[in-house]
């Protein structure tokens, strides 16, 4: 027991994904053939031991409490502690714009009444198998305020407007966070977590929302030297979903046997909402190379370097290459896709060619049929 | 008071199934890919709007009580209902094992009459298939019956192996022959009773005083009901139904799933089999690797070749390995190179590099039990079991 509690923050980042989060927020995008966003924070908190864990729910909640539901799934359906979900203020008579410390504001009472001393606060948008652990600990035993993860990684992703960047001084002090376009040098990217006493937190929302702050991190920014911080290097597989591009290309990323070893190897699982759906079917004619298949796909066709999510078929005749096909997606026979997002309960017809870019791949909305 | 309370006679070993059910119960024998053989008559209670279910265990019920998960079945009423498990247990005047499948459900009274029901549905964890229980429960009615056996027509050759019911043009049952030499039809009882409670918990109790008596549904009670003119009708039963008793029906059964026409629809969302998920990542298949004609689970790794075979959740397949017409169970793991043909492979048993392992003949299927590790350039040619079981010529 590490005295933690967590809350995942989903109010920030939405849109990032242009099509894909139209209808639902950035944490219950599909990812990874079974899987949404939000799973690999919440598994990574059960994982360490977190079991007090709050959601700052963003306007848009249906796919999120369809998702979540009790949290069973992820072993949070507790007596004492387990899941809470944290809804916006949506403001009468006028509608409000969306504004984490506003959320954090309202929700104040979950935080005060919790029991745990510290709390990590963590973004949907991290995919990993995530340990807390030890970071915890690290910010403990450091004795700094405020401890920032963080991973130092290629500098192709800094044109992503949702992504934000550290500034490291001497000690592992954080001495600034720059976000997005801002962000035209560096290599150390905010891993979207940051641990603080509960009581420091609740100060920072209060003082925040006087101010007329609306985003935490921003306000956070702003105020950096007021206190002790650091900068935690965060040393496992780590991912960032911040648009499109990173989507596609992490997604890619799995189709490396030691990008699913890191992901996936036991005994640290990543837990889902769990339907009861029946071994992927192969046919005889079937070809697959390359591949990462969901339970009730169905395959007659070709797919090569894909991930096929759950009950997807692929029609006889049909080729499938460097796609990301979202649960239900119905590949017609002969049809030919080649680097495409198909999201959920796409149809494609017999014969239909789709071809996108790597840099560009061709996005399908929900329930297109083509 | 219930209209319907089923009990799943869960607790038979299975001995002929041998190395395979050396640690595990028989409904709790993996099937399917995914499955474990008790979820079909389970999910058929589910889907058949039956909300209280209770599984009698007694052989090797580990497995099988963390599978069914202890009673939480998300599907069931947690109020005046649900999955019960029982496992025979001491009472005032002492405790004894479940000696029948009538002395089981003999034992379990009290949890019956806990629901007052009308009706007893009695099924057996063993078999495969999928079932509507309503149509047989207003059959029951219609026919005004006090028991009424669920048939299914078996090949007139095989009826030798079966409990054949003789029937009148209005199904009701004039004779039952266990076994007959020369069967006079080729209805099979399915092992499936409906009985009015309150007459068969009389019969129960009658046949707990016979010291003569095997306590045995088949062989006792249902005899004896039919001597003593009880209404007793045959439901004759369409479609696919299995009873997996032996590795070569096991085998068998598991291969039908990989035919175009498979005879079992797993997919089939208005008939869900409903089972535990193993909380596994979707699995991968490598550049190299070639899968054909397969059900793959989640968390497999395939890097070899694997034609015409059932690998269930956390299966590894080595570069050049090779699997053709096999099962293999949760975790097993092949080496490379390792060839394994027309085999059942147990659950985390590990298989290491350039072993042969099978005959690729169907009528002899060779069976590699579970938790074993292999080494490698081992051969385990030859019909039947390992460790040997069934007589393998190891």
């Known amino acids: ?102 959320n954090f504001y309202n929700n104040l009472d979950f935080l005060k009444k919790s029991r745990q001393e510290y709390v990590l606060v963590t973004s949907p948008n991290v995919v990993g198998n995530l340990d807390f652990v030890t970071p915890l600990q690290a910010h403990q035993d450091s004795g700094a305020d405020i401890t920032f993860l963080y991973q130092r990684q290629d500098s192709s992703e800094r044109d992503c407007p949702n992504c ?12 600034g966070i720059r976000f997005g376009h801002d962000s035209d040098e560096g290599t150390d990217f905010f891993a979207g977590t940051f641990i603080l006493r509960k009581e420091l937190l609740v100060k920072l929302i209060k003082d925040c929302y006087a101010k007329g702050v609306g985003s935490l991190l921003q306000g956070l920014a702003g105020q950096l030297p007021r206190f002790r911080t650091s900068a935690y290097a965060y040393s496992g597989y780590l991912a960032r ?42 046919t005889r004619d079937s070809r697959v190379t390359n591949a990462i298949v969901a339970g009730s796909s169905t395959i007659r066709g070709t797919v090569d370097s894909s991930v096929l999510f759950r009950r997807v078929t692929v029609g006889e005749g049909a080729q499938v290459r460097r796609s990301v096909l979202m649960s239900n997606t119905e590949v017609g026979k002969n049809a030919v896709l080649e680097h495409v997002i198909c999201d959920k309960d796409v149809r494609i017809t017999d014969g239909k060619c789709l071809r996108g870019t790597p840099d560009q791949p061709l996005v399908l909305k929900k329930g297109t049929v083509v | 008071m219930k209209d319907c309370v089923a009990v799943i006679l869960a607790g038979g070993q299975g001995s002929r199934l041998s190395v395979l ?26 889907n058949s709007a039956i909300d209280t279910v209770g599984i009698l265990t007694q052989y090797q019920t580990f497995a099988l009580h963390s599978h069914v998960g202890g009673g939480k079945a998300p599907e069931l009423p947690s109020y005046n209902g649900g999955v019960f498990i029982l496992p025979p247990y001491l009472k005032e005047s002492g405790g004894e094992w479940y000696k029948g499948t009538a002395n089981a459900v003999y034992q379990n009274i009290e949890f019956v009459d806990r629901y007052d029901p009308k009706y007893l ?39 030798g192996r079966f409990g054949i019911m003789n029937i009148d043009q209005d199904f009701r049952v004039t004779e039952f022959e266990e076994k007959p030499a020369k069967p006079r039809s080729n209805l099979a009882s399915m092992g499936i009773y409906v009985f009015n409670w309150p007459a068969v918990k009389a019969y129960l109790m009658a046949d707990e005083q016979d010291g003569s ?45 990989l035919r ?50 059932i690998l269930f959740p956390g299966v590894s397949v080595g570069p050049g390995a090779v699997v053709k017409n096999s099962v293999l169970m949760p975790n097993a793991t092949v080496g490379a190179n390792t060839v394994i043909m027309a085999a059942i492979i147990g659950s985390e048993t590990h298989i290491e590099e350039n072993c042969a392992i099978g005959l690729n003949d169907p009528a002899q299927i060779t069976v590699v039990g579970q938790g074993l590790s292999i080494p490698g350039n081992t051969t385990i040619h030859g019909a039947g079991d390992f460790p040997a079981g069934r007589g393998s010529d190891e």
């Open chain 1, 1 to 102: 027991m590490n005295n933690a509690m967590g809350i995942i923050n989903l109010v920030e980042s939405n849109q990032a994904l242009n099509e894909i989060t139209l209808h639902r927020p950035l944490a219950t995008v599909p990812f990874g053939g079974r899987y949404r966003l939000i799973d690999f924070a919440l598994s990574g908190m059960v994982n360490s031991g977190i079991t007090n864990v709050g959601i700052l729910a963003p306007f848009q909640q249906r796919s999120l409490l369809d998702h979540l539901r009790s949290g069973r799934d992820w072993q949070l359906a507790l007596k004492k502690d387990g899941l809470a979900l944290l809804p916006p203020s949506y403001g009468q008579p006028e509608p409000l714009p969306e504004n984490d410390v506003r």
């Open chain 1, 164 to 175: 934000a960047l550290l500034d490291i001084g001497a000690d592992s002090q954080v001495t």
């Open chain 1, 241 to 282: 979903i911040h648009c499109l591009r990173s989507y596609y290309r992490y997604n890619m990323a799995l189709l490396q046997p030691e990008v699913w070893q890191a992901l996936f190897a036991q005994p640290r699982q990543i837990y889902t909402k769990i339907r009861d759906e029946a071994p992927a079917k192969y």
């Open chain 2, 21 to 46: 059910t050396k640690n595990l119960a028989k409904p709790a024998i993996p099937f399917g890919g995914r499955y474990r053989i008790i979820d079909f008559s389970l999910s058929n209670c589910y």
């Open chain 2, 121 to 159: 549905l009695v099924l057996s964890g063993d078999h495969v298939y999928k079932m509507d229980y309503r149509p047989l429960l207003s059959f029951h009615q219609e026919k005004e019956a006090e028991i009424t056996i669920a048939v299914v027509a078996v090949p007139w050759e095989e009826a």
């Open chain 2, 213 to 257: 008596s095997s306590h045995d549904f088949g062989r006792d009670v249902i005899p004896r009901m039919l001597r003593e003119g009880r209404s007793m009708f045959a439901y004759p039963f369409e479609g696919y139904w299995m009873d997996v008793g032996t590795p070569e029906s096991l085998w068998k059964a598991n291969m039908d799933l």
């Open chain 2, 260 to 309: 175009e026409d498979a005879p079992i629809e797993l997919r089939d969302q208005l008939w869900p089999i409903y089972t535990v998920d193993p909380v596994r990542p979707p699995h991968y298949i490598n550049n190299a690797a070639v899968t054909r004609q397969a059900l793959v689970s989640e968390g497999c790794q395939i890097y070899g070749e694997v034609e015409n075979s």
